[in-house]
């Protein structure tokens, strides 16, 4: 294990500790959660019977392996604000358990929002430095090939995921599009960042991920990609000529895979988004909005319970649905993420909710101008896609926040020991190492 100077902040207190990097082990942990996340865009593709998907089994592994690793290192980063508003979601969801009106759902949910904990630490130890940071965006943007590969060869193959539309990976078309949404902005900001010949897997990663959407054909994903696209104006002005370039030949790939891949079903459905914003009811997700109201009505403060939405709305709609009833439709989900916390969790895990966006957005503006544009974006990506989306439970949720978290910890940690390196009882020499190695691996 390579010996390294690590700082340590208490109070107004500096100190300088001696630490190791991560062993075997702790790099083992780092691989097993750079596979999770990159079994995360596809995570429906491969089903385990009497067990769950693929990524469930890797998601198991890699939080043994996580465990293991920081117990042989023998310590534990200081939470982020962030965590703390996440670990008091998570335990409002459990206690929800005691009144609430769907408790076998609530307790399965319960059990997802730990395990997804569970990932935002994980990610919070093993991934402290840029370097590891931007190899878990590389993860999930390789992801995404995938789903979207999966998906351009169903349509090639005439094979619907739905009535005239496609999705691959055994993924939802909503889903699927809202994912390579968000995947946009990050594959951009990892083609700035490059060189060499990865920068042409970022451009056909664009190119795959715009022409998925397409093929989703669902509308609030395309939204979503017209809110991702913003990135580019906004870093346009950091931009040198060859990169200008770069980015007018991505974009003029992407608009001719569009045209060659997406057929006219699609664009005939995304063209019927501005009437039905106008007259009509996005699907049905209108009627369950307001049947969801409703229920909100009844349960103000504390909710009716997490995950018991889908149960509960179907007593109040016209035509009530039963769970677990196989001739019946499926009850349906919230598909609004923040009307879901609000009925589910009630005003006061609906605050806690709006407490970790407001910390998360406030927390770019610690960033460096070009990171700092991207998580703007990528908020905005989100908060658009989840708005027809029930996605709180989500495993993109819950990692890009994680990674923001991440992001916004090695950067006040590079802050600090800039202020203090000089400072403590070594040579200048031992504060310029300590301070390049913090630098290492960060993005530009």
Same mark, same amino acid.
Request: glycine share 8%; net charge positive; aromatic share 12%.
């Given at each position: 294990?390579?010996?390294?100077?690590?700082?340590?902040?208490?109070?107004?207190?500096?100190?300088?500790?001696?630490?190791?990097?991560?062993?075997?082990?702790?790099?083992?942990?780092?691989?097993?959660?750079?596979?999770?996340?990159?079994?995360?865009?596809?995570?429906?593709?491969?089903?385990?019977?009497?067990?769950?998907?693929?990524?469930?089994?890797?998601?198991?592994?890699?939080?043994?392996?996580?465990?293991?690793?920081?117990?042989?290192?023998?310590?534990?980063?200081?939470?982020?604000?962030?965590?703390?508003?996440?670990?008091?979601?998570?335990?409002?969801?459990?206690?929800?358990?005691?009144?609430?009106?769907?408790?076998?759902?609530?307790?399965?949910?319960?059990?997802?929002?730990?395990?997804?904990?569970?990932?935002?630490?994980?990610?919070?130890?093993?991934?402290?430095?840029?370097?590891?940071?931007?190899?878990?965006?590389?993860?999930?943007?390789?992801?995404?090939?995938?789903?979207?590969?999966?998906?351009?060869?169903?349509?090639?193959?005439?094979?619907?995921?739905?009535?005239?539309?496609?999705?691959?990976?055994?993924?939802?078309?909503?889903?699927?599009?809202?994912?390579?949404?968000?995947?946009?902005?990050?594959?951009?900001?990892?083609?700035?960042?490059?060189?060499?010949?990865?920068?042409?897997?970022?451009?056909?990663?664009?190119?795959?991920?715009?022409?998925?959407?397409? #093929?989703?054909? &669902?509308?609030? @994903?395309?939204?979503?990609?017209?809110?991702? %696209?913003? +990135? $580019?104006? !906004?870093?346009?002005?950091?931009?040198?000529?060859?990169?200008?370039?770069?980015?007018?030949?991505?974009?003029?790939?992407?608009?001719?895979?569009?045209?060659?891949?997406?057929?006219?079903?699609?664009?005939?459905?995304?063209?019927?988004?501005?009437?039905?914003?106008?007259?009509?009811?996005?699907?049905?997700?209108?009627?369950?909005?307001?049947?969801?109201?409703?229920?909100?009505?009844?349960?103000?403060?504390?909710?009716?319970?997490?995950?018991?939405?889908?149960?509960?709305?179907?007593?109040?709609?016209?035509?009530?649905?039963?769970?677990?009833?196989?001739?019946?439709?499926?009850?349906?989900?919230?598909?609004?993420?923040?009307?879901?916390?609000?009925?589910?969790?009630?005003?006061?895990?609906?605050?806690?909710?709006?407490?970790?966006?407001?910390? #998360?957005?406030? &927390?770019?503006? @610690?960033?460096?101008?070009?990171?700092?544009? %991207?998580? +703007? $974006?990528? !908020?905005?990506?989100?908060?658009?896609?989840?708005?027809?989306?029930?996605?709180?439970?989500?495993?993109?949720?819950?990692?890009?926040?994680?990674?923001?978290?991440?992001?916004?910890?090695?950067?006040?940690?590079?802050?600090?020991?800039?202020?203090?390196?000089?400072?403590?009882?070594?040579?200048?020499?031992?504060?310029?190492?300590?301070?390049?190695?913090?630098?290492?691996?960060?993005?530009?």
């Amino acid at each position: 294990m390579k010996p390294r100077i690590t700082t340590s902040f208490i109070g107004t207190n500096f100190s300088v500790v001696a630490t190791e990097d991560f062993s075997g082990l702790g790099k083992l942990a780092f691989a097993s959660l750079w596979l999770f996340v990159f079994a995360i865009p596809w995570e429906d593709a491969v089903t385990i019977s009497n067990f769950g998907t693929s990524a469930r089994l890797i998601g198991v592994l890699t939080g043994g392996l996580g465990v293991f690793a920081i117990l042989e290192r023998g310590r534990l980063r200081r939470p982020a604000p962030g965590h703390i508003l996440m670990g008091l979601f998570v335990l409002l969801a459990a206690i929800s358990y005691l009144w609430s009106l769907y408790p076998e759902g609530t307790l399965t949910q319960v059990f997802t929002y730990i395990q997804l904990f569970t990932l935002v630490w994980l990610i919070w130890e093993l991934a402290p430095q840029a370097r590891e940071q931007v190899r878990l965006m590389q993860a999930y943007v390789f992801g995404t090939f995938v789903s979207g590969v999966d998906t351009v060869y169903l349509y090639l193959s005439h094979q619907e995921s739905a009535y005239q539309r496609y999705a691959g990976a055994r993924l939802d078309a909503n889903d699927l599009g809202l994912m390579m949404a968000l995947s946009i902005p990050v594959s951009y900001y990892l083609l700035v960042q490059s060189k060499g010949r990865i920068v042409w897997v970022y451009r056909l990663q664009l190119v795959l991920a715009g022409t998925t959407v397409l #093929l989703t054909a &669902s509308r609030g @994903a395309t939204l979503a990609s017209l809110v991702a %696209l913003f +990135i $580019v104006p !906004l870093t346009h002005a950091r931009l040198k000529a060859r990169q200008k370039i770069a980015v007018i030949l991505t974009v003029s790939l992407l608009v001719c895979g569009a045209l060659f891949f997406v057929p006219s079903t699609s664009w005939e459905r995304l063209s019927t988004t501005p009437n039905e914003f106008a007259q009509g009811t996005l699907t049905g997700r209108t009627v369950i909005w307001k049947a969801g109201w409703e229920l909100f009505r009844s349960h103000p403060f504390v909710g009716i319970g997490a995950n018991a939405f889908r149960v509960l709305v179907s007593r109040v709609l016209a035509e009530p649905i039963r769970a677990g009833n196989d001739m019946l439709p499926p009850a349906p989900p919230a598909h609004n993420t923040f009307l879901s916390v609000l009925v589910e969790q009630g005003v006061i895990g609906f605050s806690l909710f709006c407490a970790l966006l407001g910390v #998360l957005a406030l &927390s770019v503006r @610690a960033l460096p101008p070009f990171p700092q544009k %991207l998580w +703007i $974006v990528c !908020l905005g990506v989100w908060v658009v896609g989840v708005s027809s989306l029930t996605w709180e439970m989500r495993k993109p949720t819950w990692f890009f926040f994680a990674l923001l978290m991440a992001q916004c910890g090695s950067m006040a940690q590079r802050r600090q020991t800039r202020r203090y390196a000089p400072s403590f009882g070594g040579t200048h020499h031992q504060s310029r190492i300590l301070v390049a190695d913090l630098e290492c691996g960060a993005p530009g």
